[in-house]
T-cell receptor, first 117, second 116 residues
Framework: AQTVTQSQPEMSVQEAETVTLSCTYD???????LFWYKQPPSRQMILVIR??????QNATENRFSVNFQKAAKSFSLKISDSQLGDTAMYFC??????????????FGTGTRLTIIP | GAVVSQHPSRVICKSGTSVKIECRSL??????MFWYRQFPKQSLMLMAT?????????EQGVEKDKFLINHASLTLSTLTVTSAHPEDSSFYIC????????????FGSGTRLTVV
């Protein structure tokens, strides 16, 4: 079974600073997808960034980037120039595709990030 | 982008009654829908996976007779909590995946169920 570990339950950082959230996972699969989701106080889950395991290049979406280390099974999220709106719970998630239409996400326990004005 | 509408956002029901939560994909066909439960300050726990036109697949420990899932069309899935009890009070979230994995998973806005 796949597991996802987020070792930082809470983090806080000053506005405009850079912060890195860590995530490790365990799997025997070679083909998989990794995601970071954001859950603000509204509790709406929002996709932040996605990485395909077969791609060596790290994914980037504006201020959000990942450091994907496949051999180490590590998938950290870096938020640059942090903004107050980045305050949220962040979940790392893992998925292995299959041909049976029931690919499911396995979530980590989350990191609560607070951006301090 | 893909939108999933979930209703109601909040519901309070009496113990012993049943509650239905709807999840609709508004601008895409959701071949697979997932139902999660989230306790306060905790992660999402997958309850079941449903594919349109077939029976739902429940995760271990989830009572299929209590949490009835129906996915009768490509745009609608429902979760019915039957004979609800206070311990069923929680935040329930649906998620849909369209036919193209590229788009990932789109989540509904969640339903807070309180059983009194």
């Amino acid at each position: 079974a796949q597991t996802v570990t987020q070792s930082q339950p809470e983090m806080s950082v000053q506005e405009a600073e850079t912060v890195t959230l860590s995530c490790t996972y365990d799997t025997s699969e070679s083909n998989y997808y990794l995601f970071w989701y954001k859950q603000p106080p509204s509790r709406q889950m929002i996709l932040v960034i996605r990485q395909e395991a077969y791609k060596q290049q790290n994914a980037t979406e504006n201020r959000f980037s990942v450091n994907f280390q496949k051999a180490a099974k590590s998938f950290s999220l870096k938020i640059s120039d942090s903004q107050l709106g980045d305050t949220a719970m962040y979940f790392c998630a893992f998925m292995t595709p299959s041909n049976f239409g029931n690919e499911k996400l396995t979530f980590g326990t989350g990191t609560r990030l607070t951006i301090i004005p | 982008g893909a939108v999933v509408s979930q209703h109601p956002s909040r519901v309070i029901c009496k113990s012993g009654t049943s509650v239905k939560i709807e999840c609709r994909s508004l601008d895409f066909q959701a071949t697979t829908m997932f139902w999660y439960r989230q306790f306060p300050k905790q992660s999402l726990m997958l309850m079941a996976t449903s594919n349109e036109g077939s029976k739902a697949t429940y995760e271990q420990g989830v009572e299929k007779d209590k949490f009835l899932i129906n996915h009768a069309s490509l745009t609608l899935s429902t979760l019915t909590v039957t004979s609800a009890h206070p311990e069923d009070s929680s935040f329930y979230i649906c998620s849909a995946r369209g036919g193209v994995l590229y788009y990932g998973y789109t989540f509904g806005s969640g339903t807070r169920l309180t059983v009194v």
